[in-house]
Nanobody, 122 residues
Framework: VQLQASGGGAVQPGGSLRLSCAAS????????MGWYRQTPGNQRELVAT???????KYADSVRGRVTISRDNAKNTMYLQMNSLKPEDTAVYYC?????????????????WGQGTQVTVSS
């Protein structure tokens, strides 16, 4: 199972970006998915999460500016970020809880994408 994050880049304050995270490989299903971000010297922090039924949660720092969504048919998650601020600068990682079947046994593990850099600067 691989998660491929993309869509990062450099934007000016007030700009927008749309991140994508696509899951590939052999698996049964994906349940919870989420976006996290990390800056040098700091712990990775939650940005937003979404369940398979599209229930969402957001960090207070991004609520109202960010929208998380997913396309279950494409095994892809998105993060639409608007009104970006310099403090949003970070490496953004996606995570997914993936269930695989081994015979009659189902196992669910968390997988992480490789990260995509978002830089907000004038």
């Amino acid at each position: 199972v691989q998660l491929q994050a993309s869509g990062g880049g450099a934007v000016q304050p007030g700009g927008s970006l749309r991140l994508s995270c696509a899951a590939s490989g052999t698996f049964f299903s994906i349940s919870d998915m989420g976006w996290y971000r990390q800056t040098p010297g700091n712990q990775r922090e939650l940005v937003a999460t979404i369940t398979r039924l599209r229930s969402t949660k957001y960090a207070d720092s991004v609520r109202g500016r960010v929208t998380i969504s997913r396309d279950n048919a494409k095994n892809t998650m998105y993060l639409q970020m608007n009104s970006l601020k310099p403090e949003d600068t970070a490496v953004y990682y996606c995570k997914a809880a993936v269930t695989r079947l081994r015979g009659s046994i189902a196992t669910t593990d968390d997988y992480w994408g490789q990260g995509t850099q978002v830089t907000v600067s004038s």
